[in-house]
């Protein structure tokens, strides 16, 4: 069979990826997906995708690996390590073999799992590090201008896909927050026409909801409900 050249190897990674984008899957398993992918086109032993918390630690959110090992690797801080220098400084960086850079944490589970070359590339969106995409070799690897602008691609593709999850989860809290701040507005006015005060009746919503552990959206709900059966 012959060898795939690097673009070939590109434009199969790029449009497996795309498909997965465009499909309905959950957002971890487009990453999983992705990393996935991205390791079978590009040969690698290990790739994985790390995403800044709100501790603004790099964190472990996908990889391929079945290490639990590497799975269980704590948090880097920014700076720290490989892939906190790429997240810190917002540009990739290439090691020739982990295991004998100082600037890598886990030489003892690069030993372990027989890691050698890393590629780690930022992932950003509109300049804001959100993570970082690192992609490992077992053997030594000089990586080329054209496996480096695919690794580069698939990030930002990622870094889009993770930031429009996140709005989709945004705006759907802040619909849901409208909601049930209408429902409380109308459980009130049911409340005020039985003779109590504005303040009265959200204390009564708010009391019952802690009494009963309850959202108040739902003590909302109840009290509209038994009003309209009463009607």
């Known amino acids: 069979m012959p060898r795939k050249s690097p673009y070939s190897k590109q434009i199969e990674a790029l449009s497996k990826i795309s498909q997965a984008i465009s499909s309905d899957l959950y957002l971890e398993d487009i990453l999983k997906l992705i990393v996935t992918v991205t390791a079978e086109v590009m040969n690698s032993k290990i790739c994985s995708l790390m995403l800044l918390n709100e501790k603004n630690e790099l964190v472990l959110k996908a990889t391929q690996s079945i290490s639990e090992e590497y799975k269980k690797k704590p948090p880097l801080k920014l700076g720290e ?3 906190g220098i790429v997240a810190k400084e917002n540009r990739p960086i290439i090691v020739e073999d982990v295991k004998k850079d100082p600037r890598y944490i886990h030489r003892d589970i690069a030993e372990k799992e027989g890691l050698c070359s890393l590629a780690s590339v ?3 969106v509109k300049g804001k590090i959100i993570g970082v995409f690192n992609l490992y070799t077992s053997t030594p690897h000089k990586f080329t201008k054209g496996e480096i602008e695919t690794l580069i691609t698939v990030a930002n593709q990622a870094a889009i896909v993770i930031e429009n999850s996140r709005l989709l989860v945004q705006t759907k809290v802040i619909q849901e927050e409208l909601e ?21 009746a959200f204390r009564k919503i708010q009391k019952k909801s802690m009494d009963l552990r309850k959202p108040m959206r739902e003590i909302a709900e109840a009290i509209i409900l038994s009003d309209e059966i009463q009607k």
């Open 122 to 124: 930022p992932l950003s």
């Open 180 to 200: 049930t701040r209408k429902l409380v507005e109308r459980a009130k006015g049911i409340l005020m026409k039985q003779g109590l005060s504005e303040e009265e």
């Open 81 to 83: 390590g490989i892939a």
